[in-house]
C-alpha cells in the first residue's frame, strides 16, 4: 500500500493557482485550462483579498467553474446509481457534491507555495482531449503528473476528471460513493455529504507513495 505524505489531489487544486512556464505544446484544450489557471493567479495576488479569504475564495470557486463540468463528473462519481435518481435527486446531487470539492480543495489554496506546472502533451480526438501536466515544487522535488481529462461541451472544452500520478478523482471517488450505497443507501450518502461527514474530504482509500518508495 502506497501513501502519500500529503492529502491527495491536493496537487488538483495546487494546478489551479500555479505560475506557468511556457511549453511549446498549445491547443484549444490545454489555453483553456491556461486562461483560468491565469484568472486564480491573479484572484491570490490581488492585495485587496489578501485579507479576505471566504471572499477569495468564493472569486476562484466561480472561476473553476467555468473550466470544470460539475454535473458530469458528480454524473461520473456517482457511476451506476446515477440514472436511478430523479432529476431533482440528481441535480441536488451535483450541489453536494460540488460543494465537496470546494470544502476540501479549492479551500485548501492557502497551501500554494510557489509550485509551477509544465504543460507537456495534448491529445484531442474529436470532442475528448487529454492535457498532460507536471508540477514542479521545491528545487530537487520529484515532479508529480497530473493529466486533465475534458470534453468539448456547448462550443468549451471542460475537465470532467483530474488524474494524479495515475489516480483519477473521478474513480476514487466512485469507489467510496459506491461502497456506501450497496452497504448502507443512497439516502446514507447524501445524509454524509449534507452533514459535511463525506469521506470524500480526505480519500481514505486514495494509493500514493511516499518520495523515493517503489
Known sequence: MRTYHR??????VAALVLSLVST??????????KQTVDQVVKLLSDPALADKPEARRTQVRKVAESIFDYPDTARRALGPHWNARTPQQQQEFVKLFSDVLDRSYISKIELYQGERVQYVGETIDRDDASVKTLISAKKGSESIPV?????????????YDVIIEGVSLVSNYRTQFNKIVQTESYDALVQRLRAKESPAAEP???PGRKRGER
Open 147 to 159: 493529466d486533465y481529462r475534458m470534453h468539448l461541451k456547448d462550443g468549451r472544452w471542460l475537465v
Open 204 to 206: 481514505a482509500a486514495s
Open 7 to 12: 492529502p491527495f489531489l491536493v496537487s488538483f
Open 24 to 33: 511549446a505544446v498549445a491547443g484549444a484544450p490545454t489555453d483553456a485550462l
